[in-house]
């Protein structure tokens, strides 16, 4: 019995001691990791610049799995701290480890959470009015959107939302995807009508929100887009004006949008109603989506072109934009320019 107990104290001292000793070495790896997040980072980014050098003898390199889990808490770590530029560098080693277990659809995941990061740091930037740095981050958002755009299929959907990211820095981006999606198709020509305008090439603009409005009608899916088909009819009218194109270059469609609000302003208001075709679906005609009020203002604006009576244009264009709240920014815009190229010679 003596003997028993004796070994089985013998036993519990040494797993003591065996806790302690674990104990210790945990407390001594604490202390050596550093706890700054940038010292943190900065380690890791040795230990990938190590992966990258071991090429025969890969059970030297450290864990891709390791680096690639702190490179993650990291990233979510500045996001926390706001510190997004230090957050986009941590999403771009996450993107490098990605690359080497061969996964292109995380990677350019990867890639595209670093260039919003730099994309939110030079927007602060920019807000602080910082002389330094943000240039940088700019060029760094371009760089990460350009590496996720090359990592996928160009048929997907993921690659035209990148593209699309990217045209928001990148203006003059003539990259596309194939990607053909009806909705994408009616966003990207909407975009690039509104650059076109940004641009003064009204001519393209136009050509832009026609086929808008053939794609829409075209696809019997009229119902799901009112608010823009009749953003896009207050455009074409208002481009019509500017432009003052003579009618042999004027399109069919351009001609009945013209003829039907200049019919308004004679005294016809009937004419200013909503027509419904098959299934109660809206026949493709002038003023299906507009509001009647903003019906008989642009009747007006048309009448006074069409009559050339200039000075009269020029205060309806500004009442027609002071009255109605609803109209966007490109349309605003528009209506200042008309004004401005009036007031030059009326």
Known sequence: ?????????????????????????????????????????????????????????????????????????????????GIMQYAAMCHIGYAKCESYGGAPQREAEAYLRAARDFQLAHNEFRLLQLRTGHNGFREGA???????????????????????ELKQLQRQLERTSSFAS???????????????MQREDYRNALLQLDDIVDNIYERRAAA?????????EVLRLLLLVHLNLPPARQSPAHIKLIEYYYTVAQFEPHLATPCLGYNNEPVERPGAFVPLQQQYALAEIVCAWVERQMCDLKHMLIDFGNENSSLSQTERQLIKTIYSELSKVY
């Open 1 to 81: 019995m003596d003997k028993l107990r004796s070994s089985s104290a013998g036993s519990g001292q040494l797993g003591d001691q065996q806790q302690q000793l674990q104990q210790q070495q945990h407390q001594q790896q604490l202390e050596q990791y550093p706890r700054n997040p940038i010292e943190q980072y900065l380690r890791a980014s040795t230990k990938i610049k190590k992966i990258e050098r071991v090429v025969f003898f890969k059970r030297f390199a450290p864990s891709v799995a390791d680096v690639q889990a702190d490179f993650q808490r990291l990233a979510y770590s500045f996001e926390e701290s």
């Open 142 to 164: 371009l760089h990460c959107y350009n590496n996720a755009a090359e990592r996928v299929a160009d048929s997907g959907v993921f690659k035209a939302a990148v593209l699309r």
């Open 182 to 196: 009806p909705t994408h198709q009616i966003h990207d020509l909407e975009m690039g009508a509104e650059m076109s």
């Open 224 to 232: 799901m887009y009112v608010e823009l088909l009749r953003r896009v």
